[in-house]
């Protein structure tokens, strides 16, 4: 798929790696976000700027979609302007968002009935695996078309999987940030009661991060937390919106998440606290 056109529309923390890594695969991305002046260095390495996602998405093969909110995709992809309003037989559609699993369902059967393809493929592995090229990457559409854009899914990915049907790659990236958000209060409560105790929250971590506690948070967003740096990597408050979804995924499977619940509970406290736009290791501020 080497001559393959592509179109990225969302240009935040990580998708603005991904492009890097499109671009520096010789590959024509031709990008798309709200405000232009966050495009700028992308447009200076030699992506294609367009003013709608209907214009980003006009000539090009393969359509990314990355944004904040299911409400964010729904409009990208069904607004006057958005993709399917000027949308071509044969396209594949491929959405990064963390999102619903229902949404997936609906953006599947709508490229299917204007005879496109869909995938659902959130990542996983923050601002690191973005700029490394190193993201977990959960698919959900037809086996046949995940094949296809493996090849491209791999450029800035490392474990592509494919998970089954439209929405399954949403529904995995559920399980995802279920594991996460109990995992960071033990990573955020370790390192509490290491300070607390007296001892050296880095050479507790040096024990702690080869062992049996290791996780990819405690790898990489404790030292951070240490360093009291609480930039995103992931927002707060776009992990509170996948706990929402998550819990009500949840409620309708009458599944029911006591861990998930007191994690939503607090990452929403950090939001009324004015720490939405700092990365999921701010939670370190509720033990401060």
Not at 175 to 190: D, L, R, Y
Not at 219 to 237: C, H, M, Q, T, W
Request: aromatic share 8%; charged share 20%; net charge negative.
């Amino acid at each position: 798929m080497e001559k393959t056109k592509l179109a990225f529309i969302g240009t935040g923390v990580m998708g603005s790696s991904i492009i890097s890594h499109l671009l520096n695969a010789n590959y024509e991305v031709t990008v798309y976000t709200r405000t232009k002046e966050k495009a700028k260095q992308l447009i200076e390495k030699g992506a294609l700027w367009a003013e709608t996602a209907r214009e980003a998405a006009g000539s090009s093969d393969v359509i990314f979609t990355m944004a904040g909110y299911p409400a964010d995709v729904e409009s990208i992809y069904f607004d006057e302007l958005g993709i399917f309003s000027g949308s071509r037989e044969g396209q594949i559609v491929i959405d990064m968002t963390t999102s619903s699993p229902a949404l997936a369902i609906k953006i599947a059967k709508e490229a299917s009935a204007r005879k496109m393809n869909s995938i659902d493929a959130p990542v996983s592995g923050g601002d690191v695996g973005a700029k490394n090229g190193t993201l977990s990457i959960m698919c959900g559409g037809e086996k046949e078309i995940f094949e296809k854009v493996s090849p491209i899914l791999a450029i800035f990915g490392k474990d592509i999987v494919y998970q089954g049907v439209a929405g399954a790659g949403q529904h995995t990236k559920m399980c995802n940030q279920i594991a996460i958000a109990t995992n960071m209060i033990g990573v955020c409560e370790a390192l509490a009661y290491a300070v607390k105790a007296g001892l050296e929250p880095e050479t507790v971590l040096k024990s702690i991060s080869s062992g049996a506690a290791g996780s990819w948070s405690l790898s990489n967003l404790a030292p951070r937390i240490l360093k009291e740096d609480f930039e995103p990597g992931f927002y707060v408050k776009h992990f509170l919106k996948d706990m929402n979804i998550a819990l009500e995924e949840a409620s309708n499977m009458d599944l029911k998440l006591p861990g998930l619940e007191l994690a939503r509970e607090m990452y929403a406290q950090l939001v009324e606290k004015g720490y939405g736009d700092k990365g999921t290791q701010a939670l370190y501020k509720s033990y401060q």
